[in-house]
């Protein structure tokens, strides 16, 4: 039996002594694949993809589709605007809020807390999102976030953003508003570009 098994182990070695195992044919599978390693920073905004974003687990720059050089941001008095390049107030979480989403800044504020996106009325002039205390209680802190058929040059997935009462943001001759769709030419799409892990609050 000893003899046996040292026949059957010389046979599986190859045959002669000069000869050499072929090697394994890969499988399609197998095919070793290029990829960043984990440490890397996120390539064109890539990092956790659509769905991390939205269970909030990314942070965020918000752009208009199609113009990635302009990223929504808090201005001094803490209304969103448009603005040329990345700022410090220009980061967001997407948190949702039972079917809906509170966009909460990346950053805290002076008083050591992160601040929530809310629509704000102004009398006979346009409705403007403003930053506030986080409240899900507060409805007019509570977005829609739907997407959008297609995709810019860009590649990112393009999104509606809408509060309650039917509004969306839309980018105006006033600045950055809220419209009712049926007052809106059409509501702006933006695409939310990946910044990274977000901090737990």
Known sequence: MLTAAVASLGACSGGDDGGQAAAPTPTPGSLATSSPPASSPPA???GGGEGAILRGERQVAIAPAGTPDSLLT???TDRLVLAKGSTDRGLFILTPAGGRFQIK???VGANGATSCLRVKENGVNPLTIVAAACNTADQEQLFTVEASMGKPAGGLPTYTIGGSGGVYLVDSAEGLIAQEIGD????NTFSFV???PSTPA
Do not use: E, I
């Open 105 to 107: 800044t990346a950053n």
């Open 184 to 187: 809106a030419d059409g509501s």
């Open 74 to 76: 808090l201005d001094g």
């Open 194 to 196: 990946d910044r990274g």
């Open 44 to 46: 064109n905004g890539a």
